[in-house]
């Protein structure tokens, strides 16, 4: 008994020190994943890092210099950023109202449950889906002529806004069940009390939900944004892959597996990755310029 | 322009009804408030009080019935056109504003300059005594801190109908008596007219001027605090009026105002508040409602015998429970302390004793 109490005297133990920095038995479960980060992904992106200088002129920074002077080559980041921005801030703008709709819905698991399915089709049965519906005899361009609105099939596919099209139908489930996820988490009290001070729809919307919702908007921004940089089927299926569709990731692969030079296709994703990431880090400063806490109106 | 911006002379709900899918939340209130007027709504939790607030707020469409300003229909109008203002029950402060910026939003919303706007926003600070908070997110503040914000929220527009739910539930006793003060003294100097959510009946009695109590979403008993506080007109008024103890009898005849009622064999008299069906026939059930501050040990003969089950200190004197012989328990006051399992026989006032006559 004493020794307990003399125990407590001294102060914490290891235990409710270690506890105290956020460490217990449960933190050991961490463990797994970070090996897996370590084997899966560190250790390929360290080798590819390396490997990326060490281009076949012996010189340092050859990749690099190569890429960046050749505008076949850097061109393609801006390509990928044409495609990429607009359509991920397209998809963006369009779920907003309609999670702010939908929020509302009782049968919300349905509606999920049908917007879970693109993504899990994937982008190439999109793209092909896309070549069927959208090609000279598919029914976009037949129901068009039908009603009399085009002579003559017009050519959606092979170019730039095929590849839009089929970045926002395989990206817009994605984005969109993020942004319900946000929106819904804002407490519903929250507009009431808004709209009792006085506040019409459009206010309330500036004022309480925008707000609270930036956050959560600019994270599902990067996330859209990272899987539509990354594009590749559908640049090639429903794109021109040799001109305005030529995107990063065809650069990578024809380095690779045309060139067969793995030392260039590494720089390549590696510029890659770092554009994404720029823009990320981009996204995720002016979040912090908003207010990030518990989106709810009472504590506890 | 909201209609609520403009004066009115009376609030009147009629028949307003509220449905839940097959539930009905407010079974066709119909009330009407003076302006001015201090309404407390008093009733046991899930009685529908917070209903009634939202359907007259607007944030709950009404199922039937209407609710009038004068002669002005409101229930057909969205929450920001009627300006009426509102304290939540869960307080809804905007967690990304500062308690300054949450107290000013009203008064942006509806363009207010902002010098005015600073003004009136540390008068309403100071009502709420949160002067030295003003700079804080509603996250960082307590519960208690939280509540006065949201009423200096409310209020700071000067709305001529508050709306209150529960604004104190979560302040500690002190607080609770300065705040209800200064919401006294705000409604009289604003001259605003207020509905305020309790279900404490001290709370309704010390601030209202009319008191409604619902139960099971009808209203069962309007009048002023003294008249629910002598003459509930219903067991359940009774019982939100502090009317702790219900005794079993049956009615053995009248003697003028005061029904005799036989309880385990003795004979005690009270006020017939509601008469049996049928009349106050011999023989018919009823049920006595009396407070313990009320039932005293009588000293003598009369009364109903008890057996005191425990006594406790209450300051002023002395508070008991006794069981009757067939267990029921009754609550008194005395003046001096009493032996655990002493005999005694508790009496009361004829006028003290309320009797009804259809309690279930
Ligand atoms: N959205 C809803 N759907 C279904 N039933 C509801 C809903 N809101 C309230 N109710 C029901 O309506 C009744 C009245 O609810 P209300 O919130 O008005 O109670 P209250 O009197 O404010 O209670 P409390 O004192 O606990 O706040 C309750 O029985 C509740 O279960
Ligand atoms: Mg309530």
Not at chain 1, 88 to 110: D, E, G, K, S, Y
Not at chain 2, 22 to 45: C, H, M, N, W
Not at chain 2, 324 to 346: D, K, V, Y
Request: overall charge neutral; charged content about 20%.
């Amino acid at each position: 008994m004493s020794a307990v109490m003399e125990g407590r005297a001294d102060g914490p133990t290891l235990r409710q020190r270690l506890a105290a920095r956020g460490i217990d038995g449960a933190t050991l479960l961490v463990l797994p994943c970070v090996a897996l980060i370590l084997g899966l992904f560190i250790y390929p992106f360290l080798y590819g890092l390396m490997l990326s200088f060490e281009p076949k002129d012996g010189s340092l920074f050859g990749n690099y210099a190569r890429f960046f002077s050749e505008p076949f080559l850097y061109g393609t980041i801006f390509k990928t950023l044409r495609l990429a921005f607009p359509v991920t801030l397209l998809n963006l703008l369009i779920a907003i109202p309609i999670a702010f709709r939908v929020r509302l819905l009782r049968r919300q698991r349905l509606l999920t449950t049908l917007l879970v399915l693109p993504i899990t089709l994937g982008t190439v049965l999109v793209a092909e889906g896309m070549l069927f519906y959208f090609g000279p005899q598919g029914w976009f361009n037949r129901s068009l002529m039908a009603v009399g609105l085009l002579s003559t099939p017009v050519s959606v596919l092979n170019g730039y806004w095929g590849v839009f099209i089929s970045l926002v139908l395989t990206g817009f489930p994605f984005t969109f069940l993020l942004t319900l996820s946000y929106v819904s988490g804002i407490d519903p009290s929250l507009e009431n009390a808004a709209a009792t001070l006085g506040a019409g729809p459009a206010a309330r919307f500036r004022e309480v939900f925008l707000p609270l919702l930036v956050p959560g908007l600019a994270i599902t921004f990067c996330l859209s944004f990272v899987q539509a940089y990354s594009v590749l089927p559908s640049a090639v299926l429903v794109g021109d892959p040799a001109n305005v569709t030529r995107v990063i990731s065809i650069a990578a692969y024809q380095a690779a597996f045309e060139e067969y030079d793995y030392s260039m296709a590494s720089a390549i994703a590696m510029i890659m990755g770092a554009v994404q990431l720029l823009v990320v880090v981009a996204v995720l400063g002016c979040r912090s310029l908003f207010y990030r806490g518990p989106a709810a109106g009472a504590k506890g | 322009m909201t209609v609520g911006s403009t004066t009115f002379k009376q609030l009147h709900l009629q028949g307003v009804r509220r449905e839940f899918d097959a539930f009905t939340a407010l079974k066709g209130l119909d009330l009407t408030v003076e302006r001015g007027e201090f309404i407390a709504l008093l009733g046991p939790s899930g009685c529908g009080k917070t209903t009634a607030l939202n359907c007259i707020a607007g944030l709950l469409p009404v199922s039937g019935g209407r609710i009038m300003l004068d002669d002005r229909r409101v229930d057909v109008l969205r929450p920001e056109e009627r300006g009426f203002g509102m304290v939540f029950q869960n307080y809804a402060l905007f967690p990304h504003m500062t308690v300054r910026k949450n107290i000013g939003f009203g008064l942006r919303m509806r363009g207010v300059p902002k010098p005015e706007l600073e003004k009136r926003v540390d008068a309403a600070l100071a009502a709420v005594r949160l002067e030295s908070q003003a700079q804080k997110l509603p996250g960082q503040l307590s519960g208690g801190q939280q509540q006065r914000v949201a009423i200096a929220r409310a209020i700071v527009v000067e709305p001529p109908l508050v709306l209150m739910d529960e604004p104190l539930s979560n302040l500690d006793a002190k607080l609770r008596l300065e705040m209800r003060q200064e919401i006294r003294r705000i409604h009289q100097s604003l001259g605003s007219t207020t509905i305020y959510v309790t279900h404490d009946q001290e709370e309704a009695l010390s601030l209202a001027d009319r008191i409604v109590v619902l139960r099971d979403g009808a209203i069962r008993q309007v009048g002023t605090p003294a008249e629910l506080y002598a003459l509930p007109a219903h067991l359940d008024v009774a019982d939100f009026m502090g009317f702790r103890n219900r005794v079993d009898g049956e009615l053995v005849g009248m003697e003028g105002e005061n029904a005799l009622l036989d309880i385990e064999g003795t004979v005690i008299r009270g006020r017939m508040r509601t008469a049996p069906a049928g009349g106050a026939a011999a023989g018919k059930a009823a049920v006595a409602a009396i407070r313990p501050d009320d039932l005293e040990p009588t000293g003598t003969a009369d009364g109903i015998p008890v057996r005191v089950e425990a006594v406790e200190y209450r300051g002023r004197g002395f508070h008991g429970v006794g069981v009757t012989a067939s267990g029921t328990e009754l609550h008194f006051a005395s003046p001096h302390p009493l032996e655990r399992g002493a005999a005694i026989r508790l009496g009361a006032d004829a006028g003290r004793v309320l009797v009804f006559g259809d309690a279930r």
